[in-house]
């Protein structure tokens, strides 16, 4: 079969399933999957569709929630580098948590197509997720934050007390040096921080502009944390606090 014709094809069966991954069309057009990553990688360059780990996905309608809930839509490339970022922390079989960012959503779009167990409090993650047989997926409960499309409150935090979880990933609303990890709302503050009490690894997902901030609430200092993952080289400064407080750094680029 010509490439044309298989790429055109990859095109139906994505645009019926909306995802699919490399193994499957390999068997399917029985070709290499070296091959199928080119095709892939071809329709990504056209915006036909977006390349995960071992698949790809077309955009839905949970996608656009997303990007019209983000305060500033300029910030869509550097979530979605420092998810992919992410997918070099994240190993087969791993238990995760992803908070109700949008950071995560992006995290949770990379990772459909790995064997996970997934621990989330947002809806959007559960919608998104909720066809991948390869996910075990649990939900904290709580009350539902429509306006946040996310589980919060008592019943939350405490159904975290049911897990130890190998790797955690959330965002926040500032991070500065002088006041630790801080957000703009208790709801989150508390959820997080209980959730720093069940992971064994600790990842806060921000991009740049979280940096040398503060907000309301404090939610953690550095030493609860494994890593900052971020989408910008940090200044000699944050360097070198990180470094005596033993916070890994992985830094992405967009560009």
């Known amino acids: 079969m010509l490439a044309v014709a298989r790429k055109n094809k990859i095109k139906n069966i994505i645009g019926e399933k909306k995802s699919v991954s490399v193994a499957e069309l390999s068997k399917t057009f029985e070709v290499t999957e070296e091959t199928i990553r080119r095709d892939l990688k071809a329709l990504e360059k056209d915006g036909f569709l977006v390349r995960t780990y071992g698949g790809a996905y077309i955009q839905d309608d949970t996608d656009t929630q997303v990007r019209s809930q983000m305060s ?9 580098a420092i998810a992919k970022a992410c997918l070099h922390i994240i190993q087969e079989g791993d238990s995760i948590f992803l908070d109700s960012s949008a950071t995560s959503f992006f995290v949770c779009k990379a ?12 809806l959007l993650i559960l919608e998104h997720l909720y066809d991948c047989s390869n996910i075990r997926l649990i939900c904290t409960g709580g009350f539902l934050s429509r306006e946040k499309k996310a589980f919060f409150g008592k019943i939350a935090a405490q159904s ?21 990890i801080t957000d703009s709302s208790e709801d989150i503050g508390i959820l997080h921080q209980k959730l720093i009490e069940r992971c064994d690894k600790v990842f806060l997902i921000a991009d740049f502009s979280k940096f040398d901030k503060t907000s309301f609430l404090h939610v953690c200092d550095f030493e609860h944390l494994t890593a900052i993952v971020t ?15 033993n916070v890994k750094i992985i830094e992405c680029s967009h560009e």
């Open 72 to 80: 500033e839509e300029k910030y869509i490339d550097s979530k979605a």
């Open 231 to 245: 989408d910008k080289c940090l200044s000699n400064d944050w360097r070198d606090f990180l470094q005596k407080k």
């Open 160 to 180: 975290l007390n049911s897990f130890y979880i190998d790797k955690a990933f959330f965002s926040c609303r500032s991070i500065s040096i002088r006041q630790g």
């Open 111 to 122: 990772i459909q197509n790995m064997r996970l167990t997934v621990v989330t409090n947002s």
